[in-house]
T-cell receptor
Framework: DAGVIQSPRHEVTEMGQEVTLRCKPI?????LFWYRQTMMRGLELLIY????????DSGMPEDRFSAKMPNASFSTLKIQPSEPRDSAVYFC????????????FGPGTRLTVT | GDSVTQMEGPVTLSEEAFLTINCTYT??????LFWYVQYPGEGLQLLLK?????DKGSNKGFEATYRKETTSFHLEKGSVQVSDSAVYFC???????????FGSGTKLNVKP
């Protein structure tokens, strides 16, 4: 399997612009997670889905952030409008359902908002 | 609530030294425990895991034992290499629940 695929790998945008990050989970996985990693705050869970349905979005920082999973093989994380403090590495991860199954992480998208 | 606490870094060792990174957890029931490693510019990769008390996870010379009596899952390696330089994350997954709780990460620097 190709693993979790994220695009783009790097994104540089100006403050106020819309940013869309994309993720393709591993085929057959039931869960999909979006994380954000910064030096100051470490690794934060933003939102996760089970069978394409959002289960917990309590980690989404503000209404500027939204995530969708229209089908089992694709998810997006959108920031509109973007701000410099959104600069971070965003990871997508997927896993099978059940006790003891690990999460598989994608390579991440490094977002820089100027 | 569920949480993981791991020792702060950075940890700096010479090649071939013994490594211990401490990890303790708080959880109800019987969580699964994991160690992930993150190399510069990459995503997190599973290093090892243990799903029940007294289980020992091992991989690439690293080991960790699930100790329920001390709520710990310390990572050890007998002889580190420069290539082990990375950030290591301890994590738990509560019983029957796929959400993970990650520690803050410990950066390991290994000098030649």
């Amino acid at each position: 399997d190709a693993g979790v695929i994220q695009s783009p790998r790097h994104e540089v945008t100006e403050m106020g612009q819309e940013v869309t990050l994309r993720c393709k989970p591993i085929s057959g996985h039931d869960y999909l997670f979006w994380y954000r990693q910064t030096m100051m705050r470490g690794l934060e869970l933003l939102i996760y889905f089970n069978n394409n349905v959002p289960i917990d979005d309590s980690g989404m920082p503000e209404d500027r952030f939204s995530a969708k999973m229209p089908n089992a093989s694709f998810s997006t994380l959108k920031i509109q409008p973007s701000e410099p403090r959104d600069s971070a590495v965003y990871f997508c991860a997927s896993s099978l359902a059940g006790q003891g199954y690990e999460q598989y992480f994608g390579p991440g998208t490094r977002l820089t908002v100027t | 609530g569920d949480s993981v606490t791991q020792m702060e870094g950075p940890v700096t060792l010479s090649e071939e030294a013994f490594l211990t990174i401490n990890c303790t957890y708080t959880a109800t029931g019987y969580p699964s425990l994991f160690w992930y490693v993150q190399y510069p510019g990459e995503g997190l990769q599973l290093l090892l895991k243990a799903t029940k008390a007294d289980d020992k996870g091992s991989n690439k010379g690293f080991e960790a034992t699930y100790r329920k009596e001390t709520t710990s899952f310390h990572l050890e390696k007998g002889s580190v290499q420069v290539s082990d330089s990375a950030v290591y994350f301890c994590a738990l997954s509560p019983y029957n629940f796929n959400k993970f709780y990650f520690g803050s990460g410990t950066k390991l620097n290994v000098k030649p």
